[in-house]
């Protein structure tokens, strides 16, 4: 058994966390990772309406009686959904862990207090974690440049931002952004981390609700296999390496283009066909450099349980024997 603040802190058997991701953070593979003694994360957004956000956690319930939550991510948009209304559901269907991400919690801080709910926090920089902390978040994810989505602009990988996190908070810390086995996750929890935050690793799962030709492809991957598009307008994503995503970092070469000018490549309906019908070329799809560290498409129990088995062996094996 590996235990830590963050295991405690969320009634979970292991210190290993799926992440929110928009297409892929449906009910059947939430409660598979949580019936695997890990925590699963539901995407608020992933569902049309707070109505169908309501109806996704009731499904999430009657597959799983362990703890589970909902990643709510508020992102500058011009059509912004009605987050009051997600996290109004949220609450109003009695689910006490939320994964924020994307902007400070704290305009949700008052009814999330109100209701007993668990925050932990997702950002990419330790002055973002600091600022969580002191709005009231039980936890913190730190995410490095290693990740899938949203790395933010300071390039730091876990290897420094989870230990540089670690020191600097009071509240545990997650690490995001890299982790994929155990040899990573015995890294993190050297790091300080008190759990690992996995995106990538879960999409290669059975119970993703995305199609084979993706998670095939991911198996196939190594560690160049992601582009970083957006840099140039301050708003950088790690997606998939494509002729789409490929097209979309030639035209930001320019160095003069503007969204517009890639609107249509990047557009999200586009990039939900690739999960639905597993044309790998239709559009973008978010994945992390640990793309390269997936073999195999397991359940999420077989992989939760290799996990955190190879986890101990490493602590007590190959550890032990480099002390002299
Ligand atoms: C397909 C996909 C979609 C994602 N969508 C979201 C999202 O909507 N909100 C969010 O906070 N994070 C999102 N993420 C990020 C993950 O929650 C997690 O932070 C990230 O994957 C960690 O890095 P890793 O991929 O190296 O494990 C997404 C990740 C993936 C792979």
């Not at 319930?61 to 009605?82: A, S, Y």
């Not at 540089?164 to 890294?187: H, I, R, T």
């Not at 994945?287 to 077989?302: F, L, M, N, Q, W």
Request: charged share 25%; net charge negative; aromatic share 6%.
């Amino acid at each position: 058994m590996l235990k830590t603040r963050i295991t405690d802190l969320f009634g979970i058997e292991h210190p290993v966390i799926q992440g929110g991701m928009q297409w892929v953070g449906y009910a059947e593979l939430v409660s598979a990772v949580s019936n695997a003694g890990a925590l699963g994360i539901l995407t608020a957004l992933t569902q049309p309406t707070p109505e169908d956000l309501a109806k996704e956690i009731a499904r999430t319930r009657e597959m799983t009686d362990k703890p589970f939550g909902v990643n709510l991510t508020v992102l500058p948009t011009i059509n912004p959904p009605p987050y009051e209304e997600y996290a109004q559901a949220i609450v109003g269907s009695g689910v006490k862990i939320v994964e924020t991400a994307g902007r400070s919690p704290e305009p949700f801080m008052e009814l999330f207090k109100e209701y007993d709910v668990k925050v932990i926090h997702k950002c990419t920089s330790v002055r973002h974690a600091l600022k969580a902390q002191s709005v009231g978040v039980s936890a913190i994810t730190i995410d490095g440049f290693e990740c899938a989505g949203h790395p933010g602009e300071d390039d730091i990988p876990s290897l420094v931002l989870l230990p540089q996190a670690a020191e600097a908070l009071d509240v545990p810390v997650a690490g995001c952004g890299g982790f994929s086995d155990a040899k990573s996750m015995v890294a993190a929890l050297a790091l300080g981390g008190e759990a690992i935050v996995m995106g990538t690793r879960f999409m290669a799962t059975k119970e993703a609700g995305i199609h084979q030709n993706v998670k095939d492809k991911m198996t196939e991957a190594d560690e160049l296999s992601t582009n970083l598009m957006f840099r140039t307008m301050h708003n950088t994503a790690r997606v998939f390496k494509n002729s789409v995503s490929d097209e979309v970092v030639e035209i930001e070469s320019t160095g003069s283009a503007t969204f517009e000018d890639v609107k249509d490549l990047v557009a999200g309906q586009r990039g939900r066909v690739v999960f639905e019908e597993g044309d790998l070329e239709h559009g973008i799809w978010s994945a992390g450099i640990s793309v390269a560290r997936v073999k195999d498409v397991p359940t999420c129990k077989e992989m939760v349980s290799r996990l955190v088995s190879d986890a101990e062996d490493i602590i007590d094996g190959r550890l032990q024997s480099i002390k002299a």
